[in-house]
């Protein structure tokens, strides 16, 4: 387990910012935390980072304690803010060569390996250039270099792509994904997570300083209680699909494409009952070539927990 955690709570006097959170991850996998702002993920993500101290509760990182043994911790993660802290009067390359100083690493060793994290965050070409001058993209992808200077095992990212263009949000999905091909356990949290479901591995919806869910994206999306999307395409006679699917008490709220031979419309009916449905519209000689139900992505899981939606 490389990232283990147990119980872990946070009280600031009557206030709970964190709230009993349990939570175990394997090495090598992408976890993507989502919530309301002040839901608990910064909170989480600093307790991580040995940047704050629990109320209660332990987490562990590749077997260390972030409550006994802060230290041993802080070499196995890397971690970026929600806001950057950049020296603007160094250039790049200083910028990386003082941390990576910071971290212990010889002479030798940071010459041979800055170039190699420039280069990974694409921004060889603004090696010599002073930090103040450089994007807010450009600044968000050094302080991932930053954090990668002494190679760990787990990367702590609160909102990396956060005020970034859409060309610079490609970018660091981009990098994020290499940095998944190469084994890091990555923790993201992002307000826009559909960009990086592709790359999520796994997802936790945090709400009240409460995990209220917790797995990959189909689980997360079937836990999410209301109506589902259905899409039916007919071969023809859509007026008379119309009629039969209307008669159902599952269904409301259709729609009616005639150019697509097409009918939307909500269900409320379980899977089981999803099937069946299908199977007695054919046994009605209603002449369906397609059933497919519109899936949510992690757009629609946050705004439905941002909403208040229930979930089990």
Known sequence: MMVDI???TKKYGSFTA?????LSLDEGVVFGFVGANGAGKS???S???TLLSPTSGDAFINGKSVVREPKEVRKQIGYMPD???VYDQLKADEYLDFYGASYG???AERKVLIPQLLELVNLTHKRYEYVDLLSRGMKQRLCLARSLIHDPKVLILDEPASGLDPRARVE???ILKHLKSLGKTILISSHILPELAEMCDEIGVIDNGKLIAHGNVHEIQGQLQ???RIIVKVVNQIDRARAYFEENPLISSIELNEERNELTFNYRGKMEEQVQLLKNALLADIPIFALTEEEKDLEDVFMAITKGADIE
């Not at 964190?18 to 349990?22: E, G, I, Q």
Request: negative net charge.
């Open 6 to 8: 147990q119980g872990l």
């Open 83 to 85: 806001f950057f802290g």
């Open 47 to 49: 307790i991580l980072a």
């Open 43 to 45: 909170t989480t993500f």
């Open 226 to 228: 209301g109506d589902k």
């Open 172 to 174: 660091m999905r981009d």
């Open 105 to 107: 690493l010889s002479h």
């Open 18 to 22: 964190l709230d009993n959170l349990t």
